[in-house]
């Protein structure tokens, strides 16, 4: 296979991994370091790299779990719910490492805050795509306890939390093939 083979079979394998369905097995340190490392080379206008992360692991995974199981509680009100409420509090602790998504907004705000918002996303592509090449599954869930609380973070002046990338190891025979529709169906050609 040539690169753009290998490229392409990467796109078309990655995939939302839950962490109810990651194996307990940590991801090692380098591992992270690398991929993060490679999220940095995501295209970023006028270079203002405006992603942040925050990682969580050891420790640091029960912390982030009672947050997010007591911030669940606290809005929850007469609709709460119990199993929900676990639920919310297990899915931190399945995980290997669960990595807080931060934008930095640009201070002079040289750029629509639109276009810092996609080149984090694109940060995290390329995050995605590490991890699908490295048998760890990804998972970003955008929960609304972590993205309006900016105490918990400690999110500085012009910073967004715009989620958590929940991450752990997979079981190779646990990968299903997704289906996408036609790609001719959303493209139209302008030829004159």
């Not at 370091?33 to 992603?51: D, F, R, S």
């Not at 999110?155 to 752990?168: A, F, N």
Request: aromatic share 8%; proline share 5%; charged share 25%.
């Amino acid at each position: 296979m040539n690169i753009a083979q290998v490229i392409d079979a990467l796109i078309k394998v990655r995939r939302s991994h839950f962490p109810a369905s990651y194996t307990g097995e940590p991801i090692v340190k380098e591992s992270i370091l690398q991929i993060l490392e490679n999220a940095k080379w995501a295209p970023t206008h006028k270079k203002t790299e405006p992603w942040r992360f925050q990682v969580f692991t050891g420790a640091g995974l029960e912390s982030l779990s009672e947050f997010l199981a007591e911030a669940y509680k606290a809005a929850a009100g007469e609709k709460f719910s119990e199993l929900k409420y676990n639920k919310t509090k297990k899915k931190p602790l399945q995980c290997s490492h669960v990595i807080a998504i931060i934008m930095q907004r640009d201070p002079e705000e040289r750029i629509p805050e639109w276009e810092e918002i996609a080149a984090v996303s694109c940060a995290v592509q390329n995050i995605w795509l590490s991890c699908t090449s490295r048998g760890i599954g990804c998972y970003w869930s955008s929960p609304a306890s972590i993205i309006a609380d900016r105490t918990f973070l400690g999110l500085e002046e012009g910073q967004r939390c715009l989620g958590l990338l929940y991450m752990g190891k997979i079981d190779p025979e646990n990968i299903v093939e997704s289906q996408r529709t036609d790609m001719a169906d959303k493209i139209l050609w302008r030829e004159q």
